[in-house]
T-cell receptor, first 110, second 115 residues
Framework: RKEVEQDPGPFNVPEGATVAFNCTYS??????FFWYRQDCRKEPKLLMS???SGNEDGRFTAQLNRASQYISLLIRDSKLSDSATYLC???????????FGTGTLLAVQP | NAGVMQNPRHLVRRRGQEARLRCSPM?????VYWYRQLPEEGLKFMVY????????ESGMPKERFSAEFPKEGPSILRIQQVVRGDSAAYFC?????????????FGPGTRLTVT
């Protein structure tokens, strides 16, 4: 079983749509959780950290459920520029190494 | 403040040759992580280094791969006797500390192609 699992997509949505991504992780000892964004052939960039209390940054809302080992990302009012691969990431061990899911591809259509 | 720099950006090697990938962390960062992204796969942790020390190499293949981060100069990921399966994007990331409180900043990656 993969440590971090995501639906690979692709998610094809029209501009303005709301889209939700889900992710599960297997290591209950994981301590930090993130969503990264990766554009084609570019480096991953931190989108937001994820907390149990939930956090929001503009059109983006992230949520963590430790009991279910489940992480979500909600994007409201999708823009063409949101088209990218969204990576669910958890940390592992004392060294803070990042464990990445394989990513979910989002394509926002005009 | 320059970001994380990696060079070369693209590297082509024939099977059996050596590949050297360089990573210069952000100014003030003394912790470097290397990750590999195989085609159509997610990023996988390889190794975590501090200056002159390998802290965690649990993701490194047992043979042909080595990494260093000398007191002066960039971190180097070295792949000896490359094979086609080594073709991938190699990203390094740096942080000021290795703890959970510090974000890792990624470089643009080196795309290795083995012919």
């Amino acid at each position: 079983r993969k440590e971090v699992e995501q639906d690979p997509g692709p998610f094809n949505v029209p501009e303005g749509a709301t889209v939700a991504f889900n992710c599960t992780y297997s290591n209950s000892a994981s301590q930090s959780f993130f969503w990264y964004r990766q554009d084609c052939r570019k480096e991953p960039k931190l989108l937001m950290s994820v907390y149990s209390s939930g956090n929001e940054d503009g059109r983006f809302t992230a949520q963590l459920n430790r009991a279910s080992q489940y992480i979500s990302l909600l994007i409201r009012d999708s823009k063409l520029s949101d088209s990218a691969t969204y990576l669910c990431v958890v940390t592992s061990g004392a060294t803070n190494k990042l464990i990445f899911g394989t990513g979910t591809l989002l394509a926002v259509q005009p | 403040n320059a970001g994380v720099m990696q060079n070369p950006r693209h590297l082509v090697r024939r099977r059996g040759q050596e590949a050297r990938l360089r990573c210069s962390p952000m100014k003030g960062h003394s912790h470097v992580y290397w990750y590999r992204q195989l085609p159509e796969e997610g990023l996988k942790f390889m190794v975590y280094l501090q200056k002159e020390n390998i802290i965690d190499e649990s993701g490194m293949p047992k043979e042909r791969f080595s990494a260093e981060f000398p007191k002066e100069g960039p971190s180097i990921l070295r792949i000896q006797q490359v094979v086609r399966g080594d073709s991938a994007a190699y990203f390094c990331a740096s942080s000021p500390q290795g703890s959970l409180d510090y974000e890792q900043y990624f470089g643009p990656g080196t795309r290795l192609t083995v012919t």
